[in-house]
């Protein structure tokens, strides 16, 4: 519809212009012909009188004319002479249908339906226009419709000159909701020329065929949309009947269908077959006999009797002579065998611990009377297993055993279930397991451990860790290992009873410095073996090092080394430092000889080696009388100042000076000779020889107890 009283419209159109005030609630419906590019209009114009005019679907044929199909409240509607309904006579809303020429510059025909909208159209070979919408009062139906009195929606066929209804009926419930109770909004043909209704329902007892998808009407009040299918010609309705399970050799109720004459002369029928996969298997009886008056219904009843298990169909087949001939129904149902039983129905076991399986429940399977049933498949789910002797298939009468054992993958409460698959009815049948699984609980406190930082190569003081059994069942201990750096001591037994603890004492045993970790792991019988704490601390040690660890000095001379004292692992205590190895008539001097360390510096210390030289020394001892022998050196001293105050009074008089010097001569001489040959004392200093200093650093921790004590070696050579 349209409320623009300027819409475009093109040269030579039908209508030009809007015969109503195109103001709401006024409209004119429109036909418009856009380009293949959308760029240009073709042809377009009104169509409508001068109330309400809506146009709600259109259908072109191989020609380029163009339907239309809507509602309309306008008594003044164009229509052509010679149409169906010339003027509109419906309460309200009227459908209309209307063929427009290539150039929607004249009617071919335009003709109103009656009362209701039209909504979907479709168009066959032979020129017919199939309407579908929602129908008002009144409506028309033709003899032989579907339904001429029930139903909201209705589908129409109009001849190819709109003269003329081929077809129309009615369609949908009576216990319906509003508004639009039943509405056909889709339509579309198949080569057939069969019929396809799409649209919503509020109605509980809406048509449905048996075996449809979905046969009931869910949330009715607020509409169900709907398939439906109508077929050409002469109407059998279902089509098809669907018996479901019925029991082998047993004649089901029976199922009807109708067929109705649509056409407008008596049919004539010549005869009622079934064939297909197994026409055994169904019968049929009717009333039709062998003529049928127009507009007409006769009933088909048609019964099921399986031959054997398993699904089953066939086709019933009606030849007459109307347009549609032969009309068919298909015949579908399952044939069940006798039932099968099982004993016992459920299977609970015991307690069971977890990944061990339990003794075996036996199942005995039992085939009815009516025949053998063949088995397809044993399974179970969940924790359970099975065997069984069951073969292929149990002999009527006959049992068979299914053995089922239990082994929990977890703890708790756990189920399963035995499934039986075969072709007996209620396949596959199901046997209910269950049992609990109950295992061993680890939990360790605590689940990490960090030592205190320990000197390497030392034990320090253990850390506990308590291993508990929170479990329902008894904990078998395999192993517990403490990864390299840590070492434990194992209080716990290898098997610990449900709610009882043990403690594990674990050391720190570092053998290098810096952060050290490991893992402490139990390995056991409980879910999530092997468990683990995890390890850590850290290892402090020294390191001594000279950038030049070898001097030679000659006897007499110092030699001087530079030593370097770093931490290692954030070691911040005190080291004492000694010197050893001196060579003899030597001194090492250790400045300082203790450092403290601040964890992350070096720290620098002097080592000095002081040797002495080797010396000659003039006789002693009995140069004096026996009670001045003491004064010997003193006698030396005041010689040497005697031969200093010599020289100084050499300028005063040369000769004098020298003759006072040779007199000092001889007097030491005499003194010498007056000594007896007593021997010269010789002081030989540091031994020549390659000697290797020993500095060794120690720290002291009370806290444990322990001692960290490391050497460096220097070498002195003296010459």
Not at 128 to 134: E, H, P, Q, R
Not at 252 to 279: E, H, W
Not at 537 to 565: E, I, P, R
Not at 659 to 679: F, I, K, M, N, R
Request: glycine share 12%; proline share 7%.
């Amino acid at each position: 519809m349209f409320l623009s009283s300027n819409f475009p419209t093109t040269p030579g159109a039908y209508q030009t212009t809007c015969k109503g005030t195109c103001q709401n609630p006024d409209s004119d419906a429109f036909v418009s012909e856009i380009n293949p590019t959308g760029s240009a209009l073709l042809s377009s114009t009104y169509l409508g009188g001068s109330n309400y005019d809506v146009g709600q679907g259109i259908a072109v044929n191989a020609s380029g004319n163009a339907y239309v199909v809507g509602s309309t409240q306008s008594t003044d509607f164009p229509t052509t002479t010679g149409a169906f309904q010339p003027v509109c006579t419906g309460n309200g809303l009227n459908a209309f249908v209307t063929e427009l020429n290539p150039s929607f510059s004249a009617l071919v025909y335009s003709a109103c339906l009656g009362g209701g909208q039209g909504l979907g159209i479709a168009l066959d070979g032979s020129g017919d226009t199939y309407v579908a919408g929602t129908a008002g009062a009144p409506f028309p139906t033709t003899p032989g419709a579907f339904s001429s009195s029930t139903g909201s929606a209705f589908v129409s066929e109009v001849n190819p000159t709109g003269s003329a209804l081929v077809y129309s009926t009615l369609f949908g419930g009576s216990q319906c909701g509003l508004p639009w109770p039943n509405l056909a909004s889709g339509l579309a043909l198949d080569a057939s020329n069969n019929i396809y209704i799409a649209g919503s329902t509020r109605c509980t007892d809406f048509p449905a065929t048996p075996g449809a998808f979905s046969t009931t009407c869910n949330g009715c009040s607020q509409g169900n949309a709907f398939v439906s299918k109508f077929g050409a010609g002469d109407q059998v309705l279902p089509f098809s009947l669907n018996f479901g399970n019925q029991n082998v050799s047993v004649t089901s109720a029976p199922q009807t269908a109708t067929l109705s004459n649509s056409g407008v002369s008596t049919l004539n029928i010549s005869g009622f077959s079934i064939a297909g996969d197994n026409p055994a298997d169904f019968a049929q009886t009717n009333t039709c006999g062998t003529t049928l008056a127009s507009g007409a219904p006769c009933a088909i009843s048609v019964t099921f009797t399986p031959s054997m298990a398993g699904a089953r169909s066939s086709v019933l087949t009606i030849s007459d002579d109307a347009l549609n001939s032969p009309q068919t129904v298909i015949l579908a149902g399952t044939g069940v065998p006798p039932t099968v039983t099982f004993s016992p129905s459920t299977l609970t076991f015991a307690n069971q611990l977890v990944g061990t399986p339990s003794a075996a429940q036996s199942v005995t399977f039992t085939a009815g009377a009516g025949g053998p049933v063949a088995i397809t498949a044993i399974a179970v789910s969940g924790d359970f297993s099975q065997t069984n002797n069951c073969g292929s298939s149990v002999a009527a009468v006959a049992n068979c055993a299914v053995n089922v054992s239990f082994t929990p993958t977890a703890t708790g409460a756990r189920t399963g279930t035995l499934t039986i698959t075969d072709d007996a009815s209620g396949s596959p049948q199901t046997v209910s397991l269950s049992g609990t699984g109950i295992a061993p609980q680890v939990a360790l406190s605590p689940t990490t451990l960090t030592f205190p930082a320990q000197f390497v190569g030392t034990t320090g003081l253990p850390a506990n860790v308590t291993l508990t059994n929170n479990g329902d069942a008894p904990l078998s201990i395999t192993s517990i290992q403490a990864s390299a750096q840590f070492g434990a001591t194992n209080g716990c037994t290898s098997s610990l009873a449900a709610g009882v603890n043990c403690t594990i004492s674990v050391f720190f045993d570092p053998s290098s410095a810096g952060a050290q970790t490991g893992t402490l792991t139990i390995t056991d019988n409980a879910p999530g073996s092997p468990q683990t704490v995890q390890l850590s601390g850290t290892g402090q040690d020294f390191q001594m090092s000279s950038s030049g660890s070898s001097q030679t000095v000659s006897a007499g001379q110092t030699a001087n080394y530079s030593l370097a004292v770093a931490p290692e692992g954030g070691l911040s205590q005190t080291v004492n430092l000694t010197c050893s190895g001196a060579p003899s008539l030597s001194t090492c001097t250790l400045s300082p000889s203790s450092v403290t360390l601040n964890g992350t510096a070096s720290t620098a210390v002097a080592v000095q080696v002081a040797t002495t030289a080797p010396t000659l020394a003039p006789p002693w001892g009995r140069a004096l009388p026996p009670d001045l022998t003491g004064l010997g050196r003193v006698f030396w001293l005041l010689a040497l100042l005697g031969l200093a105050s010599l020289g100084a009074l050499a300028g005063a008089g040369r000769r004098r000076a020298a003759c006072l010097l040779g007199a000092c001569l001889l007097l030491v001489a005499l003194w010498s000779a007056c000594g007896g040959g007593a021997q010269v004392v010789h002081m030989p200093g540091t031994p020549a020889g390659t000697y290797t200093l020993d500095v060794k650093g120690t720290v002291t921790s009370t806290a444990p107890s322990a001692t960290l004590t490391h050497d460096f070696k220097l070498t002195l050579t003296v010459d």
